[in-house]
């Protein structure tokens, strides 16, 4: 293992294994903390549910991610977050970097969550979605980390004690070389965090390339383009082409979603226009849990025979608040994901082996409930998602994809790619 990785929830880790890959480094995603020996991979990455969760709790399980990645041999830690650099007042993205550097002994890393082929850019330290700033955009009324501040630096700043700086783009226009100067100037400033500027793949190639020596790397899975490079260039890698195909696993496939983001939710629309599709209602689910569920699978049993089918709890804001106010935030959350990891294992029971699941924290639930422990990561089905096959004696084909990932026919692609 030449490269750790610690992801904060699961789309998230497979979103940075898929750049990892694409780029020719052989990558194995862990669902949760490793069990037994070290894959034989040139990076592990380690998916965490540790996003939403307590402050101390993420600090606590990605210092235990940090140590056994170390320990089987890794040569710098990334810890990746979403492009969209969800988080609270609270963290969890600055309490967990500060306990990763203090790990490590390095009193200096960059934050970086741009990823440009996805539309999220950052320029003087502001973060864009698109064409509009980070509190603009969708986000802003997400159900967990509402986003309402575009600054990162302010945004980090209230995560930390410790100073946080920028790196303009200014700097980073001038390439590699310059980055380095810019880091050495903050870093002497007593600057511990620095947030990046990229609007574009040559930028994150750059950064990449300036922060070779850095034993921490945070930031979205566009930062890690770069990464490869530099250890071909050291020669602990050799050149390789991308992912390899999946052997395919056959069978009926289904779609399950609790995202509620935008892009989702145009994907279940499209979706449900072709394709047999059923919501979830959470007032059904709260008042009888088991029954709710099994109506749905015997509804799902019947459906699959004749094609792939959508299953979801996919709301608009204002339908996903009036659910938040009668259940409580986050009693609602875990109810939700509760029934759809029952679901996924009772459709693997089913015989069901291709799961297209949207949403990081149903992607969680779900990979949980069928005992995933590891993935092998085949070629990209849409920016910053990838075909996936669960190594075991089950073998599922899966798609996890975070909510604003993929286009509006995202999830019959995904079933295609998955065949």
Known sequence: MILGCIADDFTGATDLANTLTRRGMHTVQTIGMPKGAAPDAD???????????PAAEAVAQSLAACRWLRANGAKQIFFKYCSTFDSTDDGNIGPVADALLDELGADFTIACPAFPENGRTIYLGHLFVGGDLLSDSSMKNHPLTPMRDANLVRVLGRQTPHRVGLVPYKAVKQGAPAIAEAYSALKAQGIRHAIVDAVEDKDL?????????????????????????????????????????LHGVGGPGIVLSGSCSAATLGQVERFAAKHAARAIDPLALAREPEKTV??????????????PALIYASAPPDKVAAVQAQFGREKAGEMIEHAIAALA?????????????????????????????????????????PACLSYGSARYALALKSGNFGGPDFFAEALEALS
Request: cysteine-free.
């Open 345 to 385: 294992k009772g459709l693997a029971e089913k015989g069901v082996r291709r799961f297209v699941i949207a949403g990081g924290e149903t992607s969680g639930a779900v990979v949980s409930a069928l005992n995933v422990e590891a993935l092998e990561i085949g070629p990209q089905i849409a920016p910053g998602v």
């Open 294 to 307: 099994a109506a749905l699978l015997a509804w799902a049993g019947e459906t699959l025979t004749s094609g």
């Open 43 to 53: 990076a592990v990455v380690v998916a965490l549910k540790s996003r939403t969760i």
């Open 205 to 245: 190639e750059n950064i990449g390339a300036a922060s070779s020596a850095l034993p921490l790397i945070t930031g979205g899975s566009g930062v890690a383009i770069g990464l490869p490079q530099n250890y071909r260039t050291a020669r602990l890698i050799p050149k390789r082409e991308g992912a390899s195909a």
